[in-house]
């Protein structure tokens, strides 16, 4: 909110306002560690290797789980509650968040991402107060989670 209070009614987010905007990144981060769009990714294996006493061959095809890193708790405690706060200071390990991947095929389009979702909730907490018109909607993966119905609420300007 310091960052809306410091803007006039017109007035367009600049690159600096993006990089002050860390609770929000937060926040934005927590959502895709609890509900990561992409669950996951195939990988082919290209030496044999051993895996936690497993013999992984040459050739295998294997995938790697977002959803599944994103929930053990030896890397998020209590990995179902919403805690913005394990992104502060240094944050998680490395590629134990892992929303966008990691490595060389990462996800190109990150910052892209990063800027699209922090204007559209800055744009939306500075224009709007909301209520979801339904309550305890169910989340359908299909193959990303979405809310069944579409998410709709009633937005009231201020
Ligand atoms: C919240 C939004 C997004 C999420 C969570 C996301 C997530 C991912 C993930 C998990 C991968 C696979 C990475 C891997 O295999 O290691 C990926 C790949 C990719 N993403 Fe995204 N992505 C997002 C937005 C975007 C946007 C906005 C673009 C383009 C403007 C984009 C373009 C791509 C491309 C081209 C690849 C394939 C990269 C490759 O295989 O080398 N993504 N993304």
């Known amino acids: 909110m310091d960052i809306a209070k410091s803007k006039g009614p017109d007035e367009l987010l600049n690159w600096e306002d993006i990089?002050?905007?860390?609770l929000s990144w937060n926040v934005a981060?927590?959502?895709?560690?609890?509900?990561?769009?992409v669950?996951?990714?195939?990988?082919?294996?290209?030496?044999?290797?051993?895996?936690?006493?497993?013999?992984i061959p040459k050739g295998w095809?294997?995938?790697?789980?977002?959803?599944?890193?994103?929930?053990?708790?030896?890397?998020?405690?209590?990995?179902?509650?919403?805690?913005?706060?394990?992104?502060?200071?240094r944050g998680p390990a490395p590629y134990t968040f892992?929303?966008?991947?990691?490595?060389?095929?990462?996800c190109p389009g990150k910052e892209y991402a990063r800027l699209e979702i922090l204007v559209f909730m800055h744009n939306l907490v500075k224009r709007f107060k909301w209520e979801k018109l339904i309550p305890n909607e169910k989340i359908v993966v299909n193959p990303m989670p979405i809310p069944e119905k579409g998410l709709p609420i009633q937005l009231f300007p201020y």
């Open 98 to 106: 892992v929303p966008f991947g990691g490595g060389p095929r990462m």
């Open 39 to 55: 669950q996951g990714a195939f990988r082919d294996v290209l030496t044999d290797f051993m895996y936690e006493g497993f013999y």
């Open 61 to 89: 095809k294997i995938y790697w789980s977002t959803h599944s890193t994103h929930k053990n708790p030896e890397y998020f405690s209590e990995p179902y509650k919403f805690d913005p706060s394990r992104f502060e200071g």
């Open 19 to 22: 990089q002050k905007m860390k």
């Open 29 to 37: 981060c927590e959502v895709l560690r609890l509900a990561p769009p």
